[in-house]
């Protein structure tokens, strides 16, 4: 007699751990909008950063404990959703963009849907992307844009009626580089488990002494940096690819 096919339980639970700072980044974000709402404009940029850090460890905690699942990546998508797309846009449009009407919300609502189609383009891509590089610039980044003008604003009292416009074009171009195709460094690739030279300890402390004098202004000029290196290094790539092709041309380019 034929016996029935043996159907398997699936799983139930989900892995406590990881999901846990990924519970932690969101609740952040989350907190960073509850913030600006009620005016405290250096906490709730300051979240956003503690965002960016638990997010980071939730991947490698999962990775290291052989805890990753795909109910994980969906949760951490929905999280960086929160905290580095619609947590940034409400900070900065409760601190300046407000002021700018229809234009202000617009510049808001323009970060926020791009942090929305960043996040599923590169959902769609895990499995084909170039791990060296990331298409767009990330949205924690981003986020870390947007979060340290504002932190620098609020840390340095300065009048937000006066910057609107600033605040409103930095919001809106860092949304745009989020949809972009330039690339930029993942720094996937760093081991940081081999050995590295004395001075690069050296520098990676003077590193962490500037932050500690000057949070908002060495964070947001560090990320802002960072943003500005993939149009420069993609156009400086272009032009390098050009010249070679001069160059294998049998007339020599003329």
């Known amino acids: 007699m034929e016996q029935p096919p043996v159907t398997r339980k699936r799983p139930r639970g989900i892995y406590l751990l990881p999901n846990l700072f990924t519970t932690a980044a ?14 405290r404009f250096e906490a709730s940029s300051i979240a956003i950063f503690a965002a960016m850090l638990l997010d ?14 795909a109910f994980g990546a969906e949760y951490d998508s929905l999280s960086d959703m929160v905290a580095f797309g619609v947590a940034p846009a409400l900070i900065a449009y409760h601190w300046a963009l407000h002021g ?8 808001a609502f323009v970060y926020c849907a791009a942090a929305a189609l960043r996040l ?24 870390a844009v947007v979060a340290g003008g504002v932190w620098i604003g609020a840390d340095q009292g300065i009048d937000p009626s006066y910057v609107s416009w600033l605040v409103a074009a930095l919001t809106a171009g ?10 930029y460094f993942s720094f996937k690739q760093l081991d940081l488990q081999g050995r590295v030279p004395f001075v690069l300890a050296v520098v990676v402390m003077l590193v962490i002494a500037l932050i500690l004098i000057q949070p908002p202004i060495v964070l ?27 160059r294998a041309r049998p007339d020599g380019g003329g």
């Open 100 to 107: 700018l009407g229809k234009l202000g919300w617009l510049a």
């Open 174 to 183: 860092t949304g745009l580089l989020m949809v972009s195709n330039f690339r």
């Open 56 to 69: 980071g460890f939730d991947g490698r905690v999962a990775r290291m404990t052989h805890t990753q699942t």
């Open 220 to 246: 947001f000029l560090g990320f802002l940096g960072y943003a500005i290196s993939g149009p420069v290094w993609t156009l400086m790539s272009l032009r390098d690819r050009r010249a070679s092709r001069r």
């Open 26 to 39: 969101l609740f952040a974000g989350f907190y960073g909008v509850l913030a600006a709402t009620q005016g």
């Open 120 to 143: 599923a383009r590169f959902n769609t891509q895990l499995g084909s992307a170039d791990k060296r590089f990331f298409q767009g610039l990330p949205s924690p980044s981003a986020a």
